[in-house]
């Protein structure tokens, strides 16, 4: 994706920020949208069909995570958070609903300009060399329709939850470092807590595991990171 030709919408209720946002954006020649309410932001979304969205979190008439989780229920869409709120809990609520990357407010446009550079040189698409189901007794992972199966029964993933999947069962048996995962799976130098990895993780061992807390599929390695399994037993 040409990031300068981008589609953005930005959602915030204010209009403050959401002016400084969308003009700055358009100066950098992005196309852009923008919504003061969850309502409208759906709308718009539906029209606009945006490849990223800047979200905030509280809204007079929604919360930004549930807008975020609706908004990539049936798209591959970025998200991107933005909020106030600056607490490790509220990050993972956000991360847990599927979102790409957090900024908090108070924030500097060139750091804005750098997550959303980053987020956009992210590739949700996949080349022929990997287009094949990823088969592993009864879990399948298909990176053209980016489903999940288990038993034939449709496992929901977020968007990133799904690209962590797929990269480490892509590559069973290594052992990746957080940081590694970070600078593949995000796709750039992530500046934030790497614990995030850890989140996402957890995320998908309670949806493709038998028993979280003894994972068949993807293995702690400790002192280093993690790694996907091969010759186990799906639940």
Known sequence: ???????????????????????????????????????????????????????????????????????????????????????????????????????????DLQELEYRVKAILKRQRTVNNSEKQPLTFNNLVIDPVRREVKIKESLITLTALEFDLLHFLASRPGRVWRREELIQNVWDYEYVGDQRVVDVHIGQIRKKIELDSSEPSFIQTVRGVGYKFEVGVEAN
């Open 1 to 107: 994706m040409q990031t300068g030709s981008a589609k953005i919408l930005v959602v915030d209720d204010d209009p403050a920020i959401r002016n400084l946002i969308f003009r700055f954006l358009h100066q950098k020649k992005y196309q852009v949208e923008a919504a003061e309410t969850g309502e409208s932001a759906l709308k718009l979304f539906e029209q606009f069909n945006p490849d990223l969205v800047i979200l905030d979190v509280n809204l007079p008439d929604a919360l930004g995570y549930n807008l975020c989780e609706e908004m990539q229920s049936n798209t591959d869409v970025f998200i991107l958070m933005l909020t106030s709120r600056a607490d490790a809990a509220d990050k993972k609520e956000g991360f847990l609903k599927g979102a790409d990357d957090y900024l908090t407010k108070p924030f």
